[in-house]
């Protein structure tokens, strides 16, 4: 069965840092563009990063430009975010997105990330 798992959220206060990870299984992300977004209570999906198929390629949202960083191990099947100087506002449901035009798209399940003294 093809999934992608999110990890790495928790508790942090602010200014801390946080490495997501999302580990694919059931197919290979090397043909995907990958994706993070987040979701905050009340609020819709948004998306914060993105980085291409050989990582070569990468944009982000202008609200965490210069303290998150995607990058992507096609070898281990695996995408990262690490988020340094982590906000408040940055407290969200986190996801990962793989897209490949033509074929379906995977959504993971979600890790909780929350910044708060």
């Known amino acids: 069965q093809a999934q992608l798992v999110e990890s790495g959220g928790g508790l942090v206060q602010p200014g801390g840092s946080l490495r997501l990870s999302c580990v694919a299984s059931?197919?290979?992300?090397?043909?995907?563009?990958m994706s993070w977004y987040r979701q905050a209570p009340g609020k819709e999906r948004d998306l914060v990063a993105t980085?291409?198929?050989?990582?070569?390629?990468?944009n982000y949202a202008d609200s965490v430009k210069g303290r998150f960083t995607i990058s992507r191990d096609n070898g281990k099947n695996t995408v990262y975010l690490q988020m340094n100087n982590l906000k408040p506002e940055d407290t969200a449901v986190y996801y990962c997105?793989?897209?490949?035009?033509?074929?379906?798209?995977?959504w993971g399940q979600g890790t909780q990330v929350t910044v708060s003294s």
């Open positions: 997105y793989a897209r490949r035009s033509g074929q379906r798209d995977y």
């Open positions: 059931g197919f290979s992300i090397s043909g995907y563009t």
């Open positions: 980085i291409s198929r050989g990582g070569s390629v990468i």
